[in-house]
């Protein structure tokens, strides 16, 4: 009898071994020369990074901020005079120190004198209410925060209740010059306050600004903290808009991988001359954090701090004489860039790499991305428990950029994945599931939150991530959707994702949002609120469109239109909590 060939002479490839340990089948996926697995004791501590950095590139500039650079050299100066100040005060390693600042040279200053003395870096967003922050301050222990005058009243407000003890205070053109005149700073700082009124009323008795307190600590000779690479760097809170916000514990080892990770892909793929990107994204978030101040940092990069990416038109008049490289948004940013005519127009000839983070991107604004700039967007995937980066898309920049495909990419050298069924059990290639992480940017835990901590990293090291992914047989990704936004329409699964996804296809959809409704025979229906880009649409058309995409039960019952622009957090993420 003659043999003939089935389907097993080449089994599908499995996300497990049979023995347990996990097939990185996406390595065959990297671009030849990209490294599997990075050093994780290459480093001992981000100042020990900082100073190779400042080293290598010490005569280039390193940030930019309305209009002016500051070179790596004075950044090196200004940290180890605030580094000295921060000394002479008391602060010492382990202490958390609480910066509250948008994007402006205030912030890297203060980050790296921060690391420097071996305390640790709370990252606070700026836009907080009183009450977060209170909480924040209260939660960390920080006893010493750095803040931007304009949000001093807050401030003054949330201080109740917590061991702030120092006050450092600052205005957006202090840093501007070193010059004791610094008539452009003073010029900025004056308009601010008096013409705009941006800053209100406050009281915090006992403050030093910024200026003196680096006057004082040029006169101290800063000793370097002896840190460790399990020393905690960051507590990252994340987590506030499902409950309580939590401080994610990263450690001098997660964040320094997670930048040889990232750099990894990079390897030969920006040139030696100076790179500039575009930061957009505020520093205090992770992603902004990692990968525009850290990573490009060490590539020598040039790096416009925007610190108020949703006005546009401003935003527009910081790029006009820029000839940027690299840009990092969310999907929302990049959809109010290709919305002004006046980016539309700019030449994009020095562009080679625009970064997508943070939210799923959208096939429509992918695709109006690469019409506009003849670049494709790269998309990644991570999460502030990781540091953040887990997967990111193998691009290499010396040939045709592939088209949108929806995955987020594959995961990084030195990570694991892996999917996880309801059951606890791993899922198969193309078998739905959770996502789950093991490697050396993952998290030490929550801050004080055992409990917590417990719930999302098992015993073997693996981080539940709550989202919902697929992988294919090369070991690309795709999210889903997370797995608390998941609608359940008659038994099945719908994912907001995807019906965003399809209604922003339609070209008089601004912005949209899926959400589930209770419904009495379904359980759930799909309701989707919609900011017009045209008056002209109607309930009518977006269902129309919808019929062609989307299978009846994914297909919008509740659809709502809006004036306004959709809540979003401070980075653009749509709320959709907010929404339900």
Not at 78 to 91: D, P, T
Not at 186 to 196: G, H, M, Y
Not at 280 to 293: A, D, E, K, Q, R
């Amino acid at each position: 009898m003659t043999q003939t060939a089935t389907a097993h002479a080449n089994p599908r490839p499995s996300i497990v071994n049979p023995d347990g340990t996990t097939n990185r089948i996406w390595l065959s996926s990297y671009v030849e020369g990209v490294v599997h697995d990075i050093d994780v004791n290459k480093y001992r501590s981000l100042t020990q990074y900082f100073d190779e950095c400042m080293a290598k590139f010490r005569d280039r500039p390193g940030f930019v901020s309305i209009g002016t650079e500051l070179m790596n050299s004075r950044l090196e100066r200004l940290v180890k005079e605030f580094a000295g100040w921060l000394q002479s005060q008391g602060v010492k390693k382990g202490d958390r120190v609480a910066i509250m600042l948008p994007n402006t040279f205030q912030y890297p200053v203060c980050l790296f004198a921060v690391l420097r003395i071996g305390a640790i870096v709370v990252n606070v967003n700026p836009l907080y209410t009183a009450r977060e922050l209170n909480h924040q301050l209260k939660d960390s222990g920080a006893e010493t925060i750095i803040v931007m005058e304009n949000f001093a009243k807050t401030l003054q407000e949330a201080l109740p209740g917590t061991n702030v003890k120092r006050i450092v205070l600052t205005q957006i053109g202090d840093l501007l010059s070193d010059s004791v005149i610094n008539a452009k700073g003073r010029l900025l700082n004056f308009v601010i306050r008096k013409v705009q009124k941006m800053v209100p009323e406050y009281k915090l008795p006992g403050a030093i600004w910024i200026r003196d307190a680096l006057k004082a600590g040029s006169k101290v000779k800063v000793k370097d903290a002896e840190v460790h690479p399990d020393d905690l760097a960051f507590l990252q809170y994340t987590g506030g808009t499902t409950g309580v916000s939590k401080g994610a514990m990263l450690t001098h080892r997660n964040v320094l991988t997670n930048c040889q990770q990232a750099l990894a892909f990079a390897e030969g793929q920006l040139t030696g001359d100076t790179e500039t990107v575009v930061t957009p994204l505020p520093l205090y978030h992770i992603f902004s954090l990692t990968v525009n101040c850290l990573i490009f940092m060490a590539l020598g990069g040039r790096n416009i701090l925007i610190a108020n990416p949703r006005d546009t038109k401003r935003v527009m008049m910081i790029l006009k004489n820029e000839n940027f490289s690299g840009i990092t948004c969310v999907n929302t940013l990049y959809a109010s860039f290709l919305d002004d005519p006046e980016f539309r127009k700019r030449n994009f000839s020095n562009l080679k790499l625009a970064v997508s983070g943070g939210m799923a991107l959208q096939r429509s604004i992918a695709e109006r991305w690469k019409e506009v700039t003849g670049n494709s967007i790269v998309e990644g995937y991570g999460l502030t428990e990781c540091s953040p980066i887990v997967t990111q898309a193998p691009v290499d920049l010396k040939k045709p950029q592939p088209a949108f495909t929806g995955s987020i990419g594959v995961p990084v050298p030195s990570t694991e994945v892996r999917i996880r069924r309801e059951d606890g059990s791993w899922a198969e290639i193309d078998e739905p599931g959770e996502l789950v992480v093991r490697g050396p940017q993952v998290m030490k835990g929550y801050w004080n939150r055992p409990e917590e901590t417990a719930k999302v990293i098992d015993p073997e090291g693996w981080l539940a991530t709550g989202d919902i992914a697929v992988m294919d047989e090369k070991g690309f990704l795709k999210i889903v959707d997370r797995k608390k936004d998941m609608i359940l329409v008659s038994g099945f699964n719908v994912y907001p994702n995807e019906i965003e996804d399809v209604v922003a296809m339609h070209p008089d959809v601004k912005e949209v949002a899926a959400v589930g409704v209770p419904d009495e025979v379904a359980g759930e229906r799909v309701k989707v609120i919609i900011v017009p880009r045209s008056p002209s649409l109607t309930k009518e058309s977006v269902l129309e469109h919808c019929r062609k995409y989307l299978t009846g039960y994914k297909i919008p019952r509740v659809i709502e239109f809006r004036d306004t622009e959709l809540p979003k957090t401070p980075v653009g993420k749509i709320l959709r909590r907010e929404l339900r």
